[in-house]
């Protein structure tokens, strides 16, 4: 492994074809812009297709339709971007089409900062567009943690049909660090499971028992001889439209429970010093930089801080924040934002014990201002 002076966003582009993506569809925009850029040089080389779309509604669809012809696909793009793509975002969920979406946030609303960092889109990754469905959603810290959950977010697709969303920030995808790759045969990459059955027997949406593949049916790419419906409408297990409650209800049993009963797989997280401390920072992206450097100071000092670092923010770990807070006294929650992923922490723990620490104009959070929190809470301890 040779050591490299990479950006985020570069560290993207060579995680996606890595992870084996041989299709991007995309529209440039800051800070976004250099995923593209990058896969453009990237993707011929390897046989794989670039395609600058018109605007990022026809982006998202071109990627769902890549991904229904077989192939692994991949978008990038910033929050006024990812706001047009919602609506193709739920209907990859219902018709359950492998896609990943990476959204580099930058300072909103509308047009915003292009080129200031934020965290603001945390809560429209989970509820952006409408009805009931599971998401997957991940956030990275450093450019090679960049690399490295872009190849996962291409494996929690795959493997359970879903449009997973990698939430970077401004800062991540513009930084630069050194790093060092790993070389791609080394990698561990998740492929579409197979149907063993004849055309005639296929049912790209069938609610089988219960098994080791966690009730995702295979599905069998457009132009193998497989003939199948597809439709945004609630369907039936050959995938035909259907407003029969028996048909309804197992297939959203099926694919909450697909994601719920693999949290042990999905869950990424980090924890530090938790066991003997008293204040507990949980963190993610960007802001958990700052976030441990606070941590760091705080312990020099001689107090008792724990660290929970969230690399998968949704599903959001419960059962993993209200272990690791049980029994601390205060919880403190650093986020570029006005206060978004702050909330789950809340309810899951209680909104007595836990202090925010928010910023929404376009500047970091600085460790000082994370270790004045924890100075004030221990004082008050």
Known sequence: MTARLMQGDEACAEGAVAAGCRFFAGYPITPATEIAETLSRLLPRVGGKFIQMEDEIASIAAVIGASVGGAKALTATSGPGFSLMQENIGYAAMAEIPCVIVNVQRLGPSTGRPTSPAQGDVMQARWGTHGDYPVIALAPWTVRETFDLTVQAFNLSERYRTPVILLMDELIGHMREQVRLPDADTLELARRTETR???????????????????????????????????????????????????????????????????????????DGIEDANILVIAYGSTARAARHAVKQARTRGSRVGFLRLKTIWPFAEEVVERAAARLHRVVVPELNRGQLVLEVERVVGRQKVRRVNRADGEMIRPSEILAVIEDLEGAV
């Open 197 to 271: 059955v004849p055309p005639r027997w296929y049912k790209p949406f069938e609610n089988f028992p219960d098994g080791p593949n966690v009730n995702v049916p295979p599905l069998v790419p457009f132009g193998e001889g497989y003939r199948y419906h597809i439709t945004g409408l609630h369907h039936d297990e050959r995938g035909y439209p259907t407003d029969r409650p028996d048909e309804i209800r197992p297939w959203l049993d099926r694919v909450f429970g697909k994601i719920e009963r693999s949290l042990s797989d999905i869950l990424l997280y980090e924890e």
